[in-house]
């Protein structure tokens, strides 16, 4: 789905009856066309009598004075029509529509398009385009690191962090000119920006009206233990700062925006906490904007073509209502470098790293994926759902706190102008302090593990065997030969008696088992991904082995701690261990040989007896 600007409106901008009326009496009074004494025009010559003559004119007066031109990039050249610094992309029919409506307009104006017509392919014909005069040092006007523009029917909002500027097109820079699409064929009212406040913009009660700034101070509300909807100012910040973030067309920060619900349900997509309303709606409405349905987007699938409907004039792209197999790693090269938008037909669209459009995202699940690859590419803004228990406990659509819908046919230019005053103070907010917060909450973090494992009852059975074994060794399974203390410690079994109706293989489980202990700060064999074995019985069985513990293992132990009394005692039992060194003192002679005979190949665990008098023989020998 695509929004894009109102071709209507770029059409009338240009169209304008004054503009055109001043244009049509230069071209009256100095005719390309042949009249007779009384001025009324003659048929046209042809070409062996005279018929360049008039083209050339044509082309050489009327045409630029009327604003066609080319417009050279540095590359290539590209036709347009040029109007007090406004300017859109021409082809021929348009030149054609535009020439027709202008001389309608002029007196014989029809007579001299009937001309026109009998050799239509010399004043409309593609190559009409070529003969543009090309203007030379003219550049649209653009967004900077510290500036963003933001573009209505009456002028230009320079925004930059501690000023707004409000200006007419025609009091731009001369070297500069804006694309006609960037336009929102709005009013815009400057008195409503005019003295920006930061604290009353985040307080969340800017007063009557500002309907869509009272929709996001509405998400940022939770309900608390009394049952009242308390506004959170960091989530407010947080979302502020992404909004202005995503309307800044110049990439500060390589970041894909994402608006989560806060009460995440495991198995369930509740939705309807108007997410949508700001991702999609808003900002269609304030950016030429693409939806892409993120639901598409998924783990083994082709996602070559989500971009098919992205177009060069496309400034932001709405991942809409994404799916628990969400592949965010999808994205990655798309966030942080150039961005290929391939045409399911053929052909695409290719852009530059800092010229692409920028990316939000709406999703009902936790966004799945660890490490900094996701975490540097991601600002999430967890939202409330003030809306969807109104709408669902108390029957009250969003319409009954708005008095109306959002950006519906019925909104009046007030609220427009609201909007857009909400838009550019956003703007300023982000450019003054940048992305504000983002990092994903305690809870988000907990409800994006249990959707990572399967399920809230897993995530707590290994979450007790954790904590159960704290500072012992665990076992992934029982084996022959185990005493009765090590099949307590065997996580397969562990998992089976507490969660029967779980069927995860053993590889799987000990993935989720670093998963719970990374979540809840515990470390396996110190946080090293090596997997340590253990032999047991007769048939001498091996099975993987961890050490549970709270802190990390020195870089130069391979399953040890780093305390030296530890570096000796850490292959028998911890607790005959942790006695140990309790009673040990400082001063202990050196005691840093690595043991002769590896406990593991006992096939019983020791007694505190045998501790002791095993860590006595280490200790005396030398």
């Known amino acids: 789905m695509t929004f894009t600007r109102n071709k209507k409106a770029i059409r009338k901008y240009f169209m304008d009856l004054e503009f055109v009326g001043t244009v049509n009496a230069e071209v009256f009074n100095d005719p390309f066309w042949l009249v007779d004494g009384d001025g009324i025009p003659l048929p046209f010559p042809t070409p062996e009598k005279g018929l360049d003559h008039l083209v050339n004119k044509y082309l050489q007066q009327v045409l630029p004075s009327y604003g066609f031109c080319s417009y050279f990039d540095g590359i290539s050249y590209t036709p347009i029509h040029l109007k007090d610094g406004v300017a859109v992309e021409v082809d021929e029919k348009y030149i054609q529509h535009f020439i027709s409506f202008a001389f309608r307009l002029m007196p014989f104006g029809n007579e001299i398009l009937d001309n026109m017509s009998h050799v239509a392919g010399r004043f409309y014909g593609k190559r009409v385009l070529d003969t543009l005069r090309p203007v030379v040092d003219l550049d649209p006007l653009k967004d900077s690191r510290s500036t963003a523009y933001r573009f209505y029917s009456n002028g230009v909002v320079c925004v930059k962090a501690d000023s ?36 009353e913009f985040l307080s969340g009660e800017i007063g009557v009206g500002h309907e869509f700034y009272k929709w996001c101070v509405n998400l940022c509300k939770s309900r608390n233990d009394d049952g009242e909807w308390v506004f959170d100012n960091k989530k407010f910040r947080s979302l502020a700062s992404g909004f202005g973030y995503l309307l800044h067309q110049y990439w500060n920060e390589y970041k894909c925006v994402i608006l989560v619900d806060e009460n995440l349900q495991e198995g369930e997509a509740n939705g309807r906490t108007g997410k949508s309303v700001v991702l999609m709606d808003a900002l269609s409405h304030a950016l030429s904007t693409v939806v892409v349905d993120a ?22 792209i709405s991942l809409d209502d994404s799916r628990e197999d969400f592949e965010f790693s999808a994205l990655f090269s798309k966030i942080t470098g150039p961005l290929q938008a391939q045409k399911k037909y053929g052909g ?14 709406s999703t009902n699940h936790a966004v799945i994926g660890d490490g900094s690859s996701y975490t540097d590419r991601q600002h999430i803004v967890e939202v409330g759902e003030f809306y969807r228990w109104h709408k669902m406990e108390k029957l009250q659509d969003p319409s009954k706190f708005h008095g109306g819908w959002l950006f519906d046919d019925e909104w009046s230019d007030r609220n427009w102008q609201e909007f857009d005053s909400f838009c550019v103070n956003s703007l300023r907010y982000y450019l003054s302090y940048g992305l504000v917060g983002g ?35 665990v076992y992934s399974k029982a084996v022959d030969g185990m005493s009765s203390d ?35 700060g515990f470390y396996l064999n110190g946080g090293r991904k090596d997997r340590k074995q253990v032999r047991f019985g007769p048939l001498n069985v091996g099975v993987n082995s961890y050490l549970i513990s709270r802190s990390m293992f020195s870089s130069s132990s391979d399953t040890t701690v780093s305390n030296p009394i530890k570096k000796v005692l850490a292959v028998v039992e911890n607790d005959p261990v942790d006695k140990l060194e309790k009673a040990v003192k400082e001063d202990t002679p050196k005691l840093l040989e690595k043991p002769s005979r590896p406990v593991a190949s006992t096939s019983k665990s020791m007694s505190d007896e045998e501790a002791y008098a095993y860590f006595e023989e280490l200790a005396s020998s030398d």
């Open 164 to 199: 707004v500027v409000f200006k007419k097109y025609s009091d731009i820079p001369s070297d500069s000119f804006v694309w006609a699409d960037k336009i929102n064929f709005r009013k815009f009212d400057p008195l409503l920006v005019e003295n920006f406040n930061k604290e």
């Open 295 to 316: 639901g598409e987007i998924k783990k083994g699938k082709d996602n070559k073509f989500m971009f098919h409907f992205v177009e060069p004039s496309t400034q932001y």
């Open 486 to 520: 090590e099949l307590s410690r065997c996580m397969l079994e562990y998992v089976e008696e507490h969660c029967p109706d779980e069927n995860l293989s053993k590889k799987q489980l000990t993935i989720n088992l670093r998963q719970v202990a990374l979540h809840f």
């Open 348 to 361: 695409f669209h290719q852009f530059s790293k800092d010229e692409k459009p920028k990316m939000g995202l």
């Open 439 to 473: 990092k994903p909450s305690d809870n988000y973090q907990l409800k994006k593990l249990i959707q990572t494992v399967g399920s809230n009852e897993l995530v707590d059975t290994l979450h007790r065997f954790l904590k159960e074994n704290e500072d012992k060794t």
